[in-house]
């Protein structure tokens, strides 16, 4: 029998869990099991009641340079008090992980569990509150540089686009639209005043499935795994793009925005520039994803991605929230 290549797998969580006791030092009642899969693969770790989180990257999605920098971006915020899930060292103060995948050589990293719920709908008080975490951690992360992704016009309209090419025909209303928002975008792009707009290391993926609140501990942001760098107001525009998705009450949505662009200028001022660009960056980061979906077909977007699905995001997501901020009018 020919042994054939594999493109991803999934770990086995019991043989995970003997892993990561003998790594780290558990005890004998650590128990360990698959909290999902996506580009990365989540196993929920449990040892003697604590909890943490062991994230397993995808086959080459990420490079041991770019985890190591992500580990640096979260170690800055946690000794500065921003309530993060941070990075864990082992039994040798190592971070990272190299597991031995069939695909081929896998890393992980094990973090702290990020206590409290997902909530898809929060009050404006948690908004606030989460306004003025992600301006606390903008303080800490303006003019940093980290060696990892830089999120230009061409890489979140033109790289992405290809992406999407593959998997939406061009003789369609949708493909005709995207092609004139992506045009109408770039220009946009080339008339930012960036002397008036501030730069540094963003997360990139601030929203309700990344963020746990707890009664008693409050928010906890995670998931860094698409931090990199680029204007500061680019996770102002994904938090506020994901507002306007979830919160179907135009007026709860409304007041939720002002509660959390509240909360982030009682940290530090959103310059007037950097607010007229929001719902364009919004838009755009609309463009990144859609890539990322098409990019990541063969190992996470596969159960659900296929044409009809890619004309109904864009027609509810993309053109209404384009449309809804008066983009594309001369």
């Known amino acids: 029998m020919k042994l054939l290549p594999v493109i991803t797998s999934t770990l086995s969580a019991t043989h995970l869990g003997h892993f990561l ?74 971070y990272i992980q190299q597991l031995s995948a069939p695909e081929g050589a896998r890393f992980g990293v094990l973090f702290s569990f990020a206590k409290g719920e997902k909530l898809l709908n929060f009050p404006a008080e948690t908004h606030h509150k989460t306004g003025e975490i992600m301006a606390r951690m903008h303080q800490l992360t303006l003019g940093l540089q980290l060696e990892r992704v830089t999120y230009s016009s061409k890489m979140m309209l033109m790289d992405s686009f290809e992406q999407l090419k593959k998997f ?36 990139l993926d601030i929203w309700f499935d990344n963020i746990s609140i707890d009664s008693k501990e409050g928010v906890t942001i995670f998931d860094f795994d698409f931090c990199g760098n680029g204007m500061l107001c680019l996770d102002l525009a994904y938090y506020i793009l994901q507002l306007n ?49 098409c990019q990541r077909f063969d190992n996470w977007s596969n159960v659900f991605l296929n044409a009809d699905y890619l004309k109904r995001f864009i027609n509810l997501l993309v053109k209404k929230y384009f449309e809804k901020n008066g983009l594309g009018r001369e």
């Open 21 to 94: 006791q003998e790594q780290y030092n558990f005890s004998a009642n650590t128990t360990c099991s698959l909290l999902k899969t996506g580009i990365n693969h989540s196993y929920l770790v449990t040892d003697n009641g604590v909890k943490y989180v062991f994230r397993v990257y995808s086959f080459n999605w990420r490079n041991e340079k770019e985890i190591a920098k992500e580990i640096r971006l979260l170690n800055l915020l946690k000794d500065n008090n921003i309530p993060v899930s941070f990075p864990i060292k082992d039994k040798t103060a190592n």
């Open 168 to 203: 939406l025909p061009s003789a369609t209303a949708e493909m005709d639209f995207m092609v004139s928002a992506q045009q109408y975008l770039h220009k946009e792009f080339e008339n930012i005043d960036h002397n008036n707009v501030r730069h540094g290391t963003v997360h």
């Open 245 to 293: 998705s979830t919160e179907k009450d135009e007026t709860e949505c409304r007041l939720k925005t002002e509660a959390f662009l509240a909360g982030y200028e009682s940290i530090t001022p959103i310059s007037a520039e950097e607010k007229r660009i929001i719902p364009m960056l919004g838009v755009s980061l609309y463009f990144f994803y859609l890539g990322i979906q």
